[in-house]
Nanobody, 122 residues
Framework: QVQLVESGGGLVQAGGSLRLSCTASGRTFGSYAMGWFRQAPGKEREFVAA????????PYTDSVKGRFTISRDNAKNTMYLQMNSLKPEDTAVYYC???????????????WGQGTQVTVSS
């Protein structure tokens, strides 16, 4: 069982930056692949980025490539999402998720956080 808590969301102007954190409970964090997803009002939850258990693989959805960076610190049971050059279309609730297997598919993740709101004003 893994419990996830996101933090770091907020209101920022377009072009600004935020860093999201996802802290996990449990001793097996380092064995899980992790992912960031987001859901805007009226839209389905979508994949943003994922990271393998050792950080060796980090795919991103095309719309955030070059602007967002996913990372993890297994010693701190924490995953991060550094978001730069934010755009109004990045506005959404951001969720972190954990899964034993590396995936970009929402339905394949077993554990989810409660989400943190990111709002980018124009």
């Amino acid at each position: 069982q893994v419990q996830l808590v996101e933090s770091g969301g907020g209101l920022v102007q377009a072009g600004g930056s935020l860093r999201l954190s996802c802290t996990a409970s449990g001793r097996t964090f380092g064995s899980y692949a992790m992912g960031w997803f987001r859901q805007a009002p009226g839209k389905e939850r979508e994949f943003v980025a994922a990271i393998s258990w050792n950080g060796g693989s980090t795919p991103y959805t095309d719309s955030v490539k070059g602007r967002f960076t996913i990372s993890r610190d297994n010693a701190k049971n924490t995953m991060y999402l550094q978001m730069n050059s934010l755009k109004p279309e990045d506005t959404a609730v951001y969720y972190c998720a954990a899964n034993p297997r590396y995936s970009a598919v929402v339905d394949e993740y077993d554990y989810w956080g409660q989400g943190t709101q990111v709002t980018v004003s124009s």
